[in-house]
Nanobody, 118 residues
Framework: QVQLVESGGGLVQPGGSLRLSCAAS????????MSWYRQAPGPERELVAT???????NYADSVKGRFTISRDNTKNTVYLQMDSLKSEDTAVYYC????????????WGQGTQVTVSS
């Protein structure tokens, strides 16, 4: 079955950096668009960044210029490099196959907590 396992979160000071990883299994990873989402306390899950099969990327305005999404199809892994972190980036981060126009395809993993605080 499909598994999405996020890792790399933690506590970081404002202005700091983190690199998140998402290891995927159970589907043909290289054939699917992948995205990072985040959920701060509350019901809404926000789409943060998307990477297409060919490598084209899109970002939410709130993270543009600070976050970089990438993928390694040989490792079935998608990454999110987060720089210049702000307190408002605090959330649980998830990956999934989806985009602004495609609903997330799979069940959510456990996510990884990112806390930005001094």
């Amino acid at each position: 079955q499909v598994q999405l396992v996020e890792s790399g979160g933690g506590l970081v000071q404002p202005g700091g950096s983190l690199r998140l990883s998402c290891a995927a299994s159970g589907f043909t990873f290289r054939g699917y668009i992948m995205s990072w989402y985040r959920q701060a306390p509350g019901p809404e899950r926000e789409l943060v960044a998307t990477i297409a099969t060919g490598g084209r990327t899109n970002y939410a305005d709130s993270v543009k210029g600070r976050f970089t999404i990438s993928r390694d199809n040989t490792k079935n892994t998608v990454y999110l490099q987060m720089d210049s972190l702000k307190s408002e980036d605090t959330a649980v981060y998830y990956c999934n196959s989806g985009s602004a126009n495609i609903r997330p395809r799979y069940s959510w993993g456990q996510g990884t907590q990112v806390t930005v605080s001094s």
